[in-house]
């Protein structure tokens, strides 16, 4: 039987960053050193002293940060390839192109899902690199 997790955004974060880099942790694995460490509580949260010491940032107002934290899998991309325009935030074709190279390199990722990414990667490829989406 294979169970879909649900990890919090924290662990989806630290994870989507460890595959950017080359690692494939054990998400399982990853959640409890995180949670041993004292960066998150058993429910994901981020604790005071990770907050304190600069580990983990909370999000504010800035829409960028939100939807990075919302979205754990573009966290670790750099923000000039983001901009707001109205009530969205768009991503330009690198952003893009990183979110779902990092689907397609995670091994946990459901089959659909790499599909997904395939497809947006291809169209993205397709794309005027100028634009943003």
Not at 105 to 115: I, L, M, R, S
Request: with cysteine; aromatic share 6%.
């Amino acid at each position: 039987m294979n169970f879909n997790i649900k990890y919090p955004p924290l662990v989806e974060q630290a994870y989507s960053h460890f595959l950017s880099i080359g690692l494939h942790p054990n998400k399982d694995k990853l959640y409890k050193m995180l949670v041993d460490e004292g960066m998150i509580d058993e429910l994901g949260n981020p604790t005071q002293q990770a907050i304190d010491e600069g580990l983990v940032e909370v999000a504010g107002n800035n829409p960028i940060e939100r939807f990075k934290a919302e979205n754990p899998l573009v966290a670790h991309i750099p923000d000039e390839h983001f901009k707001v325009q109205g009530n969205q935030v768009l991503m330009d074709c690198y952003a893009v192109s990183v979110a779902a190279t990092t689907i397609l390199n995670d091994p946990t990722a459901p089959q659909e899902q790499k599909e997904n990414a395939q497809s947006l990667l291809d169209k993205v490829n397709s794309l005027d690199h100028n634009e943003w989406h």
